[in-house]
């Protein structure tokens, strides 16, 4: 399993030749996405091939090469759902505009990075240096995918796509190491559990919190005041960010207090990063940004020499840990455990840490 996260650099101040480029580049895909979001809207199509089939010929049209036409595709998408879900006009777009993966690369030379892109049809090329702080060099190699450039404050930023690799753990590995399962959840956002040892952060002022700023940004939405809207967004990602990495930092930190560390979590690749799921997940995945969450864990254990791993979570939070009878019966709707064939009794979230960690070892 792979997962994804960013990296933001600065690009050292271009020249007036290559500023023009980049912003001609910026003005058509804008130019593109605009036309093909209003004609998208005029047809009232949702599904994403006929979203394509319709505003691909336009962003051709309007210069845009083939991979940023792709791109510029995608945004008309994102648009288009935004849209259709909240029965509003069309929002405002995001910023800057894609880079195709096949149309970048980075480059070092002497202790320099830059990034060599490419602008049109016939392979014209520009070369970008980039400020790369020391800390950040070394994930490079993990970059993989499109990028995006933007502006801010005068200045070009690039975000970068990384991928965390994250293996699965031998039966040796597993046999000897010191485990921590982590369960997922809203009322208790995280509980670890680790040799009889138990971390857990409380998560509905969380979550209420979270739904408060997704009120008051509705307000604004209403009355038509997207400076505001951009505001109380910033502000909820920023809040959320900053908070799932104390988070990971925390959970990370008590891992690596260990002599073998191994952090087990839940395979949910196919609940979080998929649309159609079951209507508890969906709540669940709206709750909280859990995504962001796994990522940085993943990323910070790298950074600490702690192994990550992931389990099928199914059964889990019904199955007792001591005897292994698997009943829906044994969790009730209260979060409470209480094993119909032994009697154990604890926590539903506790009991699925447990669980977590024993697949580990199992698997």
């Keep these: 399993m792979q997962n994804r996260g960013w990296i933001v650099l600065k690009l050292r101040t271009p020249n007036r030749a290559k500023h023009l480029k980049l912003a001609a580049l910026q003005a058509s895909f804008n130019q593109a996405v605009d036309v093909g979001a209003q004609a998208v809207a005029a047809a009232g199509v949702h599904h994403p091939g006929e979203i394509h089939h319709l505003a691909y010929p336009l962003a051709r049209q309007a210069g845009l090469p083939s991979a940023y036409a792709r791109l510029a595709v995608n945004d008309i998408t994102a648009l288009e759902r935004k849209t259709h879900r909240s029965g509003h006009s069309l929002p405002q777009k995001r910023g800057g505009f894609g880079l195709p993966s096949a149309c970048y690369r980075l480059v070092a030379k002497n202790g320099f990075w830059a990034m060599r892109m490419s602008v049109g049809e016939r392979g014209e090329l520009l070369w970008l240096p980039l400020f790369i702080p020391d800390k950040l060099a070394r994930r490079l190699e993990q970059v993989r995918g499109d990028a995006r450039l933007f502006q801010r404050a005068g200045d070009w930023y690039v975000a970068l796509p990384i991928q965390l690799p994250a293996r699965a753990a031998s039966q040796a590995e597993a046999e000897l190491a010191d485990i921590a399962g982590v369960d997922l959840g809203v009322v208790r956002l995280v ?4 040799a009889g040892r138990v971390l857990i952060v409380r998560g509905l002022a969380l979550v209420q ?4 700023l997704s009120e008051r940004r509705r307000k604004a939405v ?5 400076e505001r809207v951009a505001q109380i967004k910033l502000s909820e990602r920023r809040w959320v960010g900053a908070t799932n990495h104390q988070i990971a930092n925390r959970l990370v ?8 560390p191994i952090i087990a979590l839940e395979k949910l690749d196919g609940l979080l990063y998929r649309q159609h ?3 508890r997940f969906s709540q669940m995945r709206r709750a909280w940004d859990f995504r962001q969450l796994i990522d940085l864990i993943i990323y910070k254990a790298q950074e600490r020499g702690v192994q990550v791993v992931f389990v099928d979570p199914r059964g889990t939070s019904t199955t007792c840990p001591r ?3 698997n009943l829906a019966e044994n969790a009730s709707p209260k979060g409470r455990f209480h094993c119909q064939g032994c009697g154990y009794t604890s926590i539903t979230d506790i009991v699925a840490a447990r669980n977590i960690a024993a697949r580990c070892v199992q698997a």
């Design 209 to 212: 919190h979270k739904k408060q």
């Design 253 to 260: 930190a008590e891992a690596a207090s260990r002599p073998r």
């Design 277 to 279: 799921r079951s209507l």
């Design 323 to 325: 005897c292994r009878l």
């Design 222 to 226: 209403q009355v038509c005041n997207a």
């Design 191 to 194: 509980t670890a559990y680790a």
